[in-house]
């Protein structure tokens, strides 16, 4: 068993796991966390690995960063 030192944002988190019943203490909220957490590193990790695959096989188009700002600004003024 190891023992971590929790922030006040994280304890107050887990108090609130508690509390919905999403988890009976606070081992378990941290163990879901952790595999949560591992879950979502190994779909990036799995994602960029796609993209990367895509860039190789020439699956690319070029970037208009006019068009991307122009875009950014109008979604801004919404």
């Known amino acids: 068993m190891k023992t971590v ?9 887990i108090d609130r796991l508690i509390a919905s019943g999403t988890c009976e203490d606070a081992s378990q909220a ?11 590193l190994q779909r990036l990790r799995e994602d960029v690995a796609l993209g990367m ?7 690319v188009a070029p970037l208009d960063m006019e068009a ?7 979604a801004h003024i919404r």
């Open 68 to 74: 991307i700002i122009r875009k950014a600004k109008m």
């Open 53 to 59: 695959k895509d860039v190789r096989e020439g699956r």
């Open 30 to 40: 941290v163990e879901i966390s952790l595999r949560l957490l591992d879950d979502k």
């Open 5 to 13: 030192e929790i922030s006040a944002s994280g304890a107050e988190l």
